[in-house]
């Protein structure tokens, strides 16, 4: 490499992957070797967690953004962005980590019952050891012998333990419902060594069936510390008193089903820890070298069918949860429902299973305020460029005829189109103050651009994909302009700006061609009756496997203080789910499609506050029938001018929501037998080129910010070989 | 004026996260991997001892475990009269997972032997358990060997990966020469297994001669006796 100057990388847009992989190559210890660019369209950062302050500064969101207790490298980085920002608390609210982000124990699904109503169902899990982002203890918990153990431990409080219920203020939190969640550390048998476990399951396995309650208690027990042991004990041993088990509380399940109909959620939860169980044993998953990927070409409800769950389980609130918080239906299709195996347990066992602190982190304030500004700031401070209001139009190889003899083929140009010059030539300034937090608007500043006011009056959608009007077209040439390229705009924009690539290389063919990603819609209400008013008495929630087409509701009465209103809002709601791509593709080019998905959204929402949303809300519902459309609060309502109110449904013209079409912001999809297509931002087929989102092989495949996290440290490994693969957390997991 | 130098990408080491489950169990975040060959034996007993003992009883226990699921399959058939049993559809169903879950249990014994006698650090123990059971002996017809030595000749950056299904005991790879996908590169000719004598186990050797252009280099491994596909070979040379 050259050494004598800095190493220049250009950063192709502004998300979670794209911030992380800036965070990485300008930490301190590089000593400035990386000179980092930031290339964004429009004004603010974030990508799919872009957020922006509207009227009466209210946060509007693409959608709702809850960060998982497992999320240990997105926690990580930010942690770190904070302590370097330093902020002090007496100047700004959200001086630190803790102050933008607090645990939310609790997760809701519902069920729609025999009697014809949607039963709520709450689970309440207690806090785990250490908060995310602490260094990883020793004995790393990614170990899938790990989470089997966890998992016949939770199997046996299950079907064991005396049912209790969470008790509001216990501090202790250790009284929480039977679901799966919390660590049954009690009860366990005393330490064990290799033989008496030996010892004990011959004599479990000689008894004959494991007939009595507390023959499959003990063997469960068993189970569990020889799980731990692994890989101390051949497998089949094992295997074979799990299998004994699972037999027996098979049979002993069939009691519970017939007697008690009160348990049959029971039911659906140890039968789908079954079929897990004898699953991981029939796919051999514990010595697999692709781990649980070695499945990942079956769909989950598929492969928990193949070892026994029952069609109740597999159609349970659990399990539409499941599908429900990674948006898995293709094509936006609820009738097409679709998540990798693999990956859904990786997430499963993940969520459940080493989440620190609470199993849910709700952000504060906007993930914008919150994560995005602290960011920019700090990069700022270590001297990262950021080029706002530019659009990535093409990545141009060098020729192929121009490559020496065994030169691998690299970037040659990138060009974008600048969508607006700054005036006097500086640089956009994207932050607003709201409340002494630095924020990000809804609109960008017309004032500091070339010709701003002509462009505000024109109604420029600098984010809108459609969007094509500029003021310049720019290119940027290697070793003049840059050394390295990080491609950090989302999968859906690659058939638009990869054409030299995608012309050349079948692999990126194939992965345009299987990592689908699917529109989502969003909307946030604010509202004058809070929620207890309206009918909701259980405490504060994020709730999903409720109704289509918005089966995701959060209760975000936490932000008001955060917004800036004249009368405040007594309660805030945001909904989100998938949204339907069109029957023929060719429309989503036609003319008036972003409009139009605006437009079934706003006709989407309310139709669902008429018809849906007083199952959870039953006071919400207007003794005429339909919403009750008073109860929105309109930020730009006077209210020394009652004359000003609009009535009826077209108050929710004053609400918010979004059609996340475009293709950035469209969410990225695990379905069954795609996640092999993924390629690698270690990948090295282009000599100066890598990729950074969570649409990458970055070892967790999901679509979420830790994943996002993950392979933006995975881009700046692959540019300055830190950090170290090992410190990525999660990175090798099975 | 010379046009600036461009720059390249580092070599890494590996491109992929490491999801075998015997590979990660680290002591520590940085680097210092504990891998799990060499199990420890909490108790002080020698590990072969423990594998011996397993086993045997693996062997013991399968006529208790087809036993366990007949009498399932009874239990069930006895349920289904009662009222409110389950429905017989499912009734059936269920009889008809615990079968399946029965012969896939099989298939792991199995396998799981051939995990067993493949392990050189499990080996005495599986030789200890078959001298003390003939019938186990003579019910595992399988194994092989499959640790590989590279032998490796290059001077540059060069990366190796052989993905093989062990055939029987005496299993020896065989494998032509090694192509890229652009048909003007030369082949890999240079490349052979052969068998160690100390070890009784194969080699793989390999030359990368010096002009051999850059790329990704596989080929077909059979095994020697069949001709049999048995495997991949693919070596990847950096630039």
Known sequence: MRRDESIKVAIIGGGCASITTAFELTRPHHRGKYQVTIYQVGWRLGGKGASGRGPASRIEEHGLHIWLGYYENAFRLLRECYAELGRDPAVCPIAGWRDAFFPEPHIGLTEWSRSGNWLEWLAYFPPADGLPGDPVALNSPFTLRSYLARTVAMLRLLLFHTRTRYAPGDPAGNTGPDLPGWLPEQGEPPPATVKTVIATMTRLLRIGVLSSAAAISEALGVLTVALRSLPAFPERLVGNLMEAVVSAIRGRLESFVTEQDGLCYKWEVIDLVLAFLVGAVRFRLMTDPRGLSAIDQYDSREWLRMNGASERSLNSAFVRGLYDLAMAYEDGDPTRPGLAAGQALRGSMRLFFTYRGAIFWKLRSGMGDCVFAPYYEVLKRRGVRFEFFHRLTDVKLAPVESLGFGECPYVEALEFDVQAEIAGGGEYQPLVDVKRVPCWPSTPDFSQLVDGERLRQEGWRFESHWERRRSRARTLRVTEDFDFVVLGVSVGVIPFVCRDILERDARWRSMVANVKTVATQAFQVWMTEDMAALGWTEAPVTLSAFTKPFDTWADMGHVIPEENWRSPPRSVAYFCNVLADPAAPSDADAPGYEASCHDEVRRNAIDFLNRQVHHLWPNALAWSGGFRWDLLLDPDESPSDPGSAVAGERRFSSQYWTANVNPSDRYVLMLPGTLRCRISPLDNTYDNLTIAGDWTDCGYNAGCVEAAVMSGRLAAHAISLWPPLEDITGYDHP | ?239
């Open chain 2, 1 to 239: 004026m010379d046009k600036p130098e461009r720059l390249h990408r580092p070599e890494l080491d590996r491109d992929e996260p490491r999801r075998d489950f015997m590979s990660y169990i680290r002591t520590h975040g940085l680097g210092g991997e504990k891998t799990a060959a060499a199990p420890e034996q909490d108790d002080g007993a020698p590990i072969e001892a423990t594998v011996a003992h397993g086993v045997k009883l693996g062997y013991s226990v399968i006529d208790e475990q087809i036993r366990q699921g007949e009498k399932l399959a009874a239990r069930l058939r006895q349920v289904s009269g009662k009222p409110g049993a389950m429905p017989p559809a499912e009734l059936s169903t269920l009889i008809e997972r615990a079968l399946n879950i029965y012969k896939d249990m099989g298939a792991l014994a199995v396998a799981a032997m051939e995990t067993l006698v493949r392990s050189p650090l499990l080996q005495p123990g599986v030789t200890r358990a078959w001298q003390a059971s003939p019938d186990a002996a003579a019910a595992t017809t399988t194994g092989g060997a499959t640790n590989f030595r590279f032998e490796l000749a290059a001077n540059r950056r060069t990366q190796v990966r052989l993905d093989i299904r062990p055939q029987g005991a005496t299993f020896m790879p065989l494998v032509h020469s090694l192509h890229a996908a652009t048909p003007s590169a030369p082949p890999l000719t240079a490349v052979r297994f052969h068998l160690d004598p100390a070890t009784a186990s194969p080699v793989l050797h390999l030359d990368v001669p010096d002009g051999q252009p850059a790329g990704v280099y596989s080929g077909v491994v059979v095994d020697s006796a069949t001709n049999e596909p048995c495997g991949t070979l693919s070596v990847r040379i950096m630039s």
